[in-house]
């Protein structure tokens, strides 16, 4: 049997399926408890779980994730949520420079079990402080692994394997995916990091997605194959661990690449993606790679502008033609 | 100072916190003489003259209970219980140092005693050792998490934060601000609102601001046992303010010559050591039993950096070591 859920239901059903099996696991942050989260992403668990493992917190990010820092030192396997991605600049310093460097700076002695969700990307009219992509943010930081999922399935298996993996996991919920919708099997889900998806295939071209660019990838594939053009799309689903032997794979079969970055152009994901392609199999490239990506820009809030702004399915589909001819 | 010192503790218990300080001291002056001798590279951050903070608390604490410093916590690591050995090959940089020369001065930690870092951006370790206590408190442990910061660290967000979350949520958790006058070479005076740093800043918090003289000893053991204990008692978390000098410069790279010579010159002849020695030589303990432990603490720290000194170099291929739980480094297949 399967089910139809929204992405934002998978994010509650997935800590749900989590907090029922593991009793050390507990979910703080602010507005997650009594108002079931800002996104409503976490509604029930209050209800479920009680107020001890579901927990509001003052608006202060440094001690959020200060507390789940010192709580997985100190036999728990603790769930933060930063509201929006964009709040991570206010807490960078014990994400990046504590949590991330802990096991390494003590040789092993600390481990560091727990997971930071944030709701990340645009799409939703919020301007640039509230919709920035920042999974590059955490990408280049060795210590931290990066998830950002696709489908309710995804966030499901995804968010398991993420609260379950003995390492820092920094957790991306898409804004602009929380209302879709996508098929769940009844049961327990649990996925594992680093494996990237394909989720079409074609002869003609690659095309690289993460997040709420999948499903746009997705669409475009349709759109080029009524033009005679066959793409594979590639959800990487997982930035570390990097599942670089599908990237490598389908580059081989294809010969031609796009990337599909929400992120600003510098130092994107996919730019550190086509400097392994380049590296690694650059005598499989029939034509150069090409990374479609949003402009060096702060993000605009008018939707006119924002559209214009973050790729968008007419943007690939011309991209890749124009390639391709 | 705010806080009475009643008869004081037992003669073992002082002669312990005496030892616990003078193993503080000879760690911190042979760390920087074989820094003199090429041996220790880097920085360090040196506690002497702080000893008393330092051993007053870790005397005062339950073997379980956790640590958490800053870089200026060589002492706070030692005395909660970390091999010396391994702790001094750690400032070395030697491959049984304790964090196996990836940590170094500023980051040492020893976590099956309970010091649970060393942290060296200012603050950050606050809302971390909030985050031990709620665990201990979950998971009904009992423990106690003892945070000890410079008075630099009050007037940077993470301290606010923590404190207020920490009475939120009524943790076991002790804030122990070690004000030893400056922060690197600005004197937190004339940064600050409130003339006690910390203990002004308490009543914010619903916090009885505690002032103690962090030279005295056995004013830190009696302040640290009443703390803990009412936090083990579900009473919630305190916050001192140890007031205390150190006799060097912030890092070894300073001598210190900001400070106008007479402070300095007081606060050296308020040299909690000494002045514990005498004290303790008045209140029955024996020359000869003071004799003992000075020996003792000496044959200690020979056997110390002489480990250290021949405890082997790093080999590169730990480089790539525990990043990740699987004990290794990779980021892709
Ligand atoms: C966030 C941050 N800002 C600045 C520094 C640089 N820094 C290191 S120690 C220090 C002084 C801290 O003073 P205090 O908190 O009083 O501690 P003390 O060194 O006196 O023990 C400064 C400014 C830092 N490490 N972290
Ligand atoms: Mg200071």
């Known amino acids: ?325 | 100072m705010n806080v009475a010192v009643g008869a004081g503790p037992d003669v073992d218990t002082r002669l312990r916190v005496y030892r616990m300080m003078l193993e503080a001291r000879r760690f911190e002056e042979f760390a920087h003489q074989l820094f003199l001798e090429g041996l220790v590279k880097g920085t360090s951050h040196l506690g002497i003259g702080q000893e008393a903070v330092a051993a007053g608390f870790a005397a005062a604490m339950r073997a379980d209970d956790l640590t958490f410093c800053t870089y200026r916590g060589h002492n706070h690591t030692l005395l909660r219980g970390a091999p010396p050995g391994r702790l001094m090959s750690e400032l070395l940089g030697r491959s049984e140092g304790v964090c196996g020369g990836k940590g170094g001065s500023m980051h040492l930690t020893w976590a099956p005693t309970g010091a649970m870092g060393s942290y060296a951006i200012v603050g950050a370790h606050l809302p971390i050792a909030v985050g031990s206590a709620w665990a201990a408190v979950e998971r009904g442990t009992g423990q106690v998490a003892v945070c000890f910061f410079g008075d630099g660290a009050t007037n940077i967000g993470a301290f606010h934060e923590a404190l207020n979350l920490a009475v939120v949520w009524d943790l076991p958790v002790v804030f122990v601000c070690e004000n030893n006058l400056y922060m690197e070479y600005t004197p937190i005076g004339s940064v600050t609102a409130v003339e006690r740093p910390a203990a002004d800043r308490a009543a914010a918090y619903g916090l009885e601001g505690l002032l103690v003289d962090g030279n005295d000893p056995d004013a830190m053991y009696e302040t640290a046992s009443d703390v803990i204990a009412r936090a083990r008692a579900g009473g919630g978390p305190s916050l001192v303010e140890a007031v205390t000098y150190r006799h060097g410069g912030h890092s070894r790279a300073d001598p210190g010559t900001y400070r106008p010579d007479e402070e300095v010159r007081q606060w050296l002849a308020r040299d909690p050591i000494p002045m514990y020695r005498a004290r303790l030589a008045g209140a029955g303990a024996s020359e000869e039993r003071l004799e003992e432990v000075d020996q003792s603490v000496e044959a200690w720290i020979e056997a110390a950096v002489e480990e250290a000194k021949a405890a082997p170099e790093p080999t590169v291929d730990s480089i790539a070591t525990e990043v990740w739980a699987d004990g290794g480094s990779r980021w892709r297949n």
Request: with cysteine; charged share 25%.
């Open chain 1, 1 to 325: 049997m399967a089910e139809l859920i929204t992405y934002r239901e998978a994010v509650a059903r997935a800590l749900a399926q989590e907090m029922e099996r593991d009793d050390t696991v507990y979910l703080i942050g602010e507005d997650v408890a009594a108002a079931g989260g800002v996104f409503k992403t976490t509604p029930g668990l209050l209800e479920r779980f009680g107020e001890r493992r579901v927990r509001d917190t003052p608006i202060s990010e440094e001690a959020i994730i200060g507390a789940v820092m010192g709580a997985a030192m100190n036999g728990l396997r603790p769930v933060a949520e930063i509201m929006f991605s964009d709040f991570l600049a206010t807490c960078w310093d014990l994400v990046a420079n504590q949590i991330a460097k802990t096991r390494y700076m003590t040789d092993g002695q600390v481990a560091l079990p727990l997971v930071i969700r944030t709701a990340n990307g645009g799409g939703v009219r919020f301007g640039a402080q509230h919709s920035q992509s920042l999974e590059n943010w955490a990408m280049s930081v060795p210590g931290l692994k990066v998830v950002a999922p696709s489908t309710p399935r995804d966030v499901i298996a995804l968010m398991a394997a993420s609260v379950r993996d003995p390492d820092p996991v920094i957790f991306f919920e898409h804004k602009g995916l929380f209302a879709s919708r996508g098929e769940v099997p009844d049961g327990e889900l649990v996925g594992r990091l680093g494996e990237a998806s394909v989720v079409r295939s074609g002869s003609d071209a690659t095309i690289l997605a993460l997040a709420a660019m999948v499903p746009k990838a997705l669409q475009a594939a349709h759109e080029l194959s009524a033009r005679g053009i066959e793409a594979t799309v590639v959800d990487l689903r997982c930035l570390v661990p990097l599942d670089t032997r599908t990237i490598l794979s389908t580059v081989a079969e294809t010969g031609r690449v796009f990337t599909v970055e929400e992120n600003p152009r510098l130092c994107g994901w996919g730019a550190e993606v086509v400097s392994i392609i380049a590296e690694e199999a650059f005598y499989d490239l029939d034509s150069p790679v090409v990374r479609i990506t949003t402009d060096h820009i702060p993000l605009p809030a008018s939707d006119i502008l924002e559209d214009a702004t973050i790729p968008s399915v007419a943007r690939i589909v011309d991209t890749v033609i124009r390639s391709l001819d």
